[in-house]
């Protein structure tokens, strides 16, 4: 027969068995065999001063069975040689958010790609060091667990078919440029499909804001795709002028009017019908340079290849009778969203942690091990 005491330590025993066995991991992207190197990576985040970055995973990476999250681990590329500064780095603010999302697929638009709230599992300074020299794979964590992430909170992850898991990150003040160089690569691997750009042609004549100063003129700037963003820039078109970007899906009817159509008493053409527009005032140099005129798309494949005409319209009393003063036009043919050979993607701005719209879109799976309870 047990003594009082044997059975307390029995039962103590099997308590901290429990516990060792109830710590379990995750590895993604499941399909790409992250038990191994893979065969491409990421300058994504901790190679920049700033970043924001969503990383999405398939059901069919994570699976189905609903599970506790309580860390995250990522690895650096390799096998390269250790260069540059030993560090350590230190990041002024760094924050984790995870949980799920039902959009049917990742585009630039951070928000949009979010139908729940995520769960915030870290926010704070973090200290991490560079890749400390030749490996294949690395060890998840990277050296002195700089790339291993304890939450602060549990996140309860329940996928449903069709559905993505999101690890949102957002990286504030990362100080490794300031000690020179040195490798931060993370590992991961790329995929098929996703998007391609387009091209844009101009075309048309803009008018001027008075006699012998330049013509306004347009230009887009971005990636010209569904699941993309691009912007509608323009210069002389008047100082501190209010500006409407005129998005059109016809170049030779507005409304029961042939285009090009001459506005009374000027030269300036509207070039293209106005099926949407934007607004927004030019600097005083009379150029329009930011990121207001916005067009961001779905990544939707029905959008591939559509021709989507651009123009700026600025409102100038001085310049002619009716006020108006017209850019010359752009024809934007949209590039291609193709369907993902591997259910990964990442969406991403490489130095702005704060932006709305992503600037890095990629086919691409982080090498990631979650922890789980």
Request: aromatic fraction near 10%; charge should be negative.
């Amino acid at each position: 027969m047990k003594t009082f005491k044997q059975s307390i330590a029995v039962a103590f025993i099997s308590l901290c068995t429990a516990s060792l066995t109830a710590q379990s991991s995750i590895e993604l992207p499941s399909t790409a065999q992250p038990a191994f190197e893979l065969s491409n990576y990421s300058l994504l985040p901790f190679m920049q001063p700033n970043a924001r970055v969503q990383m999405f995973y398939g059901a069919s990476e994570v699976g189905l069975l609903p599970f506790v999250a309580d860390e995250i681990a990522f690895r650096f590329d390799g096998p390269i040689p250790q260069v540059g500064a030993p560090g350590p780095f230190a990041i002024q603010q760094l924050i984790l958010r995870i949980g799920t999302t039902s959009v049917g697929a990742p585009g630039s638009d951070f928000a949009a790609n979010l139908t729940s709230p995520l769960v915030e599992v870290f926010n704070g300074p973090w200290t991490y060091w560079p890749d400390s020299g030749s490996a294949a794979p690395h060890p998840w964590g990277g050296p002195n667990n700089g790339l291993l992430f304890p939450f602060t909170n549990n996140a309860p992850i329940a996928m449903n078919p069709g559905e993505w898991l999101v690890v949102d990150l957002t990286m504030i003040g990362n100080n490794i440029q300031s000690f020179g160089f040195a490798h931060a690569i993370l590992d991961g691997a790329d995929t098929t499909g996703g998007i391609s750009d387009g091209s844009a042609v101009s075309f048309g004549s803009g008018c001027a804001i008075s006699t012998g100063q330049p013509v306004a003129a347009a230009a887009v700037v971005g990636t010209m795709a569904p699941g993309a963003t691009h912007f509608l820039t323009g210069t002389n078109l008047g100082a501190n002028a209010l500006v409407l970007g005129m998005y059109g899906l016809d170049n030779t009817n507005y409304i029961g009017v042939p285009l090009p159509f001459t506005l009374p008493g000027s030269s300036c053409d509207l070039l293209t019908s106005i099926d949407a527009s934007t607004i927004t005032f030019a600097d005083a140099s009379g150029a329009v340079s930011g990121t207001d005129l916005v067009l961001s798309l779905p990544a939707n494949p029905a959008f591939s290849g559509f021709v989507v005409y651009e123009q700026l319209a600025s409102l100038v009393p001085t310049a002619n009778v009716m006020g108006i003063v017209f850019s010359d036009a752009v024809a934007v043919t949209l590039g291609n969203f193709s369907a993902l050979g591997r259910q990964t993607y990442s969406v991403a701005h490489d130095s702005d942690a704060a932006a709305t719209y992503a600037n890095t879109l990629r086919a691409f799976g982080y090498a990631m091990r979650l922890g789980t309870l």
